[in-house]
């Protein structure tokens, strides 16, 4: 095939869904993949359906997954002298026609039908007429009644169509707006969109969209109608579920690398491999690697998945990430070097960014709180006297790395005779009010000398006071 061209249609009548962000990113990757062009057009032809503020959650949802496109976006609202312009080529070539036969008139025709035991359609009343344009007029398109309409497909085969189980579908609607199929055709063919990745929910709009091409003497692009996404019910994945906004899963904490890698298994496979980069997901990616079966959506895996990428991004990468959870924590987290060294002592103990967040606390907050319940416990008389020795000796520390630490703990625990397992609990309550944390070298080491003195002197003091 020549230089791909794929696509992403959206109709911005609600926030990005899971299945949606699935056939973005399939379209997207594949585009990657060969080398070829990635175009995002949004379907708004439904005009009290379509929104602008669902317009930005798609924009919003594709820039968090880092699903960034080469041409658009277009707008199907913008583009309405195009499709007027092939609706009256079609009619004048005899492909198509106007129709003024109203909604009451159609459907007395379907009742008549399902008297009959026929499929309830529009019986071309208005077919050979050569009707003009007028107001309350419709086009529709001239359906051949028989034979049948072939669908070559990527994923699932050959699938073939009885055309008479179509009817003169409108091509245009009475308020002048194209309808969906026709629209899209005409897109496509403008666009020179060569590839049509999408949901196998679309399947039943092809063999019209196919007749429509035929009609226009296009070429057809290669379809690939990719499996539904299902919930672990096996029915379809819906708010039930849990959250289905994609920005939801950024907000949650997840890390868009995984999320993509979460999206692309849902169909996709590649092996066993389950943990795959976006530069992965890239080389990787084709369309016969696609099953046929459906995608389901496990929330365990995604967390999962979540916590790999959490634990396998370096923490210059995860800063930007985590910073708005930082932020909404009131954490702020304006030294970078500081940072990032506090990521990489969190990493393996996160599955989201607002966890990693929230463990980060201790990091940020002077003073440490000690309250009575936890510091209590721990911080008593008895450690107060090698608790003393240790910020002496490590006052008197030049570096602060961890072998340094490690040798005035050894000498500590030599002089009074103490087992590491003593020290740890108590110190760590010290430096970060709390009895969980990374290790006491590594916290140490982030927090460095002037924070680490100024942490056990407190300690001291409360221990001190408490008598």
């Known amino acids: 095939m020549a230089f791909i061209r794929t696509r992403f249609a959206p109709s911005p009548t609600g926030y990005l869904h899971v299945g949606g962000a699935r056939t973005a990113l399939f379209n997207w ?39 960034d496109w080469d041409e658009g976006p277009f707008f199907q ?12 080529r079609l009619v004048a070539e005899g492909h198509a026609y106007h129709c003024t036969c109203t909604p009451e008139q159609i459907e007395a025709m379907r009742e008549k039908a399902r008297a009959t035991g026929d499929k309830p359609r529009y019986d071309g009343t208005c077919r050979e007429k050569g009707l003009a344009a007028c107001p309350g007029s419709v086009v529709r398109f001239k359906a051949p009644s028989t034979g049948a309409t072939l669908v070559p497909d990527a994923v699932k085969g050959d699938i073939v169509f009885a055309n008479d189980e179509l009817d003169d579908f409108v091509l245009r609607r009475s308020d002048g707006m194209p309808t969906y199929n026709f629209a899209a055709v005409v897109d496509d063919v403008t666009m020179q969109i060569n590839t049509i990745i999408r949901g196998d929910d679309h399947v039943m709009n092809t063999p019209k969209q196919i007749l429509i091409y035929n009609a226009l003497n296009q070429p057809l692009p290669v379809f690939a109608h990719v499996p539904m996404v299902l919930g672990p019910d096996r029915t379809r994945l819906s708010k039930r579920h849990g959250a289905t906004s994609v920005t939801a899963y950024r907000d949650m904490g997840l890390l868009p690398d995984a999320f993509i890698n979460f999206l692309a298994r ?21 369309l ?37 959870f930082m932020q909404a924590q009131g954490l702020n987290a ?20 607002e966890e990693m967040a929230r463990q980060a606390h201790f990091y940020y907050t002077e003073p440490v709180a000690l309250d009575d319940q936890t510091a209590g416990k721990f911080l008593k008389p008895e450690v107060l006297e090698w608790l003393r020795a240790l910020a002496d000796r490590l006052s008197a520390l030049t570096s602060f790395g961890e072998k340094d630490l490690e040798t005035v703990f050894l000498q500590v625990m030599e002089t009074f005779q103490i087992k590491l397992g003593k020290i740890a609990q108590p110190l760590r309550v010290a430096l970060t009010g709390t009895t969980v944390s990374p290790g006491i070298f590594e916290i140490m080491v982030v927090l460095g000398k002037e924070r680490v003195l ?14």
């Open 29 to 67: 990757l594949y585009a990657r993949h060969t080398g070829g062009t990635f175009i995002l057009r949004i379907e708004d032809t439904d005009q009290v359906r379509s929104t602008e503020p669902s317009v930005q959650a798609i924009f919003d949802a594709l820039r968090w997954l880092e699903i």
């Open 77 to 88: 609202s913008q583009r309405l002298d195009v499709y007027n312009a092939h609706i009256d």
């Open 266 to 286: 849902l169909g996709w496979s590649y092996g066993d491999q389950e943990f795959f980069t976006r530069a992965e997901l890239i080389e990787k990616f084709t």
């Open 288 to 324: 016969d690697r696609v099953g046929k079966s459906a995608g389901i959506f496990d929330a365990v895996k995604l967390s999962a998945l979540n916590a790999d990428h959490i634990k396998a991004t370096a923490p210059q990468a995860l800063a930007r990430h985590l910073l708005p």
């Open 334 to 353: 304006t030294d970078d070097a500081y940072l990032h060294g506090a990521i990489a002592t969190l990493q393996a103990r996160s599955k989201t960014l």
């Open 454 to 467: 100024a942490r056990l002197a407190r300690a001291i003091e409360y221990i001190e006071k408490r008598g």
